[in-house]
T-cell receptor, first 113, second 118 residues
């Protein structure tokens, strides 16, 4: 699986957009980019995923560069409840019987009042 | 509520004891997992079962034995507990991907079991 690189920590003011970058320069053509987050003392939570097109859902937007070597997770209006560790993960799309998520160190996002 | 539920939430036990953690999902997913999160907060996969069949078995001591009586349940039994087993253990499930599945919502995790070995 391709490895990802994320900044260890970021701050964001409440109400502002939080832009979390991720580098995955060794990503291969059949690998998706997934984002999860883990709020303190809770289980990780799925946020969004994409292959090559930009994606948006009720939680966030995912912008993937054209060469797919990096992506950015955007929380459009960060709230204090978005304070969490955010993980960028790549995995193959052909895992029909289950797949391991390789969590790295993630980015610890602190949303401040 | 549809969810992945695991019990107990907290488990404090002495070294050498045997303990089990139970996990159940009512999401209709085909695959279930156990992850371990150590004191440094790294999340690592331990096991994965697909329709009661073991498909992922990482380098985990033989003292850890998963058991899947059906595809909605994946229990974790730990023999002869050691201090280093202290961690938070997360159960998760995911649907099988394929043409029949139009939407992938990734994994759903349980809320974790904090195991403390004293």
């Amino acid at each position: 699986d391709a490895k990802t690189t994320q900044p260890p920590s970021m701050d964001c003011a409440e109400g502002r957009a939080a832009n979390l970058p991720c580098n995955h320069s060794t990503i291969s053509g059949n690998e998706y980019v997934y984002w999860y987050r883990q709020i303190h003392s809770q289980g990780p939570q799925y946020i969004i995923h994409g292959l090559k097109n930009n994606e948006t859902n009720e939680m966030a937007s995912l912008i993937i560069t054209e060469d797919r070597k990096s992506s950015t997770l955007i929380l459009p209006h960060a709230t204090l409840r978005d304070t969490a560790v955010y993980y960028c993960i790549v995995r193959p799309s052909n895992s029909n019987s289950g797949y391991a998520l390789n969590f790295g160190k993630g980015t610890s996002l602190l949303v401040t009042p | 509520d549809t969810a992945v539920s695991q019990t107990p939430k907290y488990l404090v036990t002495q070294m050498g004891n045997d303990k089990s953690i139970k996990c159940e999902q009512n999401l209709g997913h085909d695959t279930m997992y156990w992850y371990k999160q150590d004191s440094k907060k790294f999340l690592k996969i331990m096991f994965s079962y697909n329709n009661k069949e073991l498909i992922i078995n990482e380098t985990v001591p033989n003292r850890f034995s998963p058991k899947s009586p059906d595809k909605a349940h994946l229990n974790l039994h730990i023999n002869s507990l050691e201090l280093g087993d202290s961690a938070v253990y997360f159960c998760a499930s995911s649907p099988v991907l394929g043409r029949r599945l139009r939407v992938d919502y990734g994994y759903t995790f349980g809320s974790g079991t904090r195991l403390t070995v004293v």
